[in-house]
């Protein structure tokens, strides 16, 4: 299996610009989480998928993210417009529907706005 | 208000030695406890994990002792090598009632030659 798959891998763009993260999860999951990783505040939730729903999204930072899922194999988190708080490493991460397995990550995408 | 508290930022460690991680969580209904491990330009990768009926779990080199009490766990890796240098991040779900794991913000492990 590939894991899961997140593209681009690095992305630098000026503020202002649309930003859309791309996400393949693992074949046969049923959840799909997205996480944000900067040094002041860790490793923090922003919204998670089960069977293509969004179930919470409450860590998205404001209305300039947005999620998406439109099916099993794929989803973008887009962020517009962007701004230079939003440089971060951004991952995607998936698991099957029982609770207590483990959730499996991406590489993530390293976003710097400038 | 972090619900999962990492307090070392960093910690370095003699290779031989034991390396203790030290985690804090304040939500007392967290039942299942993981910790990951992050290598530069890779996701995070789990480790081990505890659930809260158990004070104990043991995977080779890797310990997690859980003390409810206290609201406080740590992981041991004994003895440390090299390719233990990473990032350790401490988890908390509330398994069988909530998909979300609360993750702390990280200690950077230092394996020392």
């Known amino acids: 299996d590939a894991g899961v798959i997140q593209s681009p891998r690095h992305e630098v763009t000026e503020m202002g610009q649309e930003v859309t993260l791309r996400c393949k999860p693992i074949?046969?999951?049923?959840?799909l989480f997205w996480y944000r990783q900067t040094m002041m505040r860790g490793l923090e939730l922003l919204i998670y998928?089960?069977?293509?729903?969004?179930?919470?999204d409450s860590g998205m930072p404001e209305d300039r993210f947005s999620a998406k899922m439109p099916n099993a194999s794929f989803s973008t988190l887009k962020i517009q417009p962007s701004e230079p708080r939003d440089s971060a490493v951004y991952f995607c991460?998936?698991?099957?529907?029982?609770?207590?397995?483990?959730?499996?990550f991406g590489p993530g995408t390293r976003l710097l706005v400038l | 208000d972090q619900q999962v508290k990492q307090n070392s930022p960093s910690l370095s460690v003699q290779e031989g030695r034991i390396s203790i991680l030290n985690c804090d969580y304040t939500?007392?209904?967290?039942?299942?406890f993981l910790w990951y491990k992050k290598y530069p330009a890779e996701g995070p990768t789990f480790l081990i994990s505890?659930?809260?009926?158990?004070d104990k779990n043991e995977d080779g080199r890797f310990t997690v002792f859980l003390n409810k009490s206290a609201k406080h766990l740590s992981l041991h890796i004994v003895p440390s090598q090299p390719g233990d240098s990473a990032v350790y991040f401490c988890?908390?779900?509330?398994?069988?009632?909530?998909?979300?794991?609360?993750f702390g913000k990280g200690t950077r492990l230092h394996i020392l030659p």
């Open positions: 998928f089960n069977n293509n729903v969004p179930i919470d």
């Open positions: 505890i659930s809260s009926i158990k």
């Open positions: 988890a908390a779900s509330l398994m069988n009632r909530d998909d979300k794991i609360i």
């Open positions: 991460a998936s698991k099957v529907a029982i609770t207590s397995e483990t959730q499996y």
């Open positions: 939500n007392s209904m967290f039942d299942y």
């Open positions: 074949s046969g999951h049923d959840y």
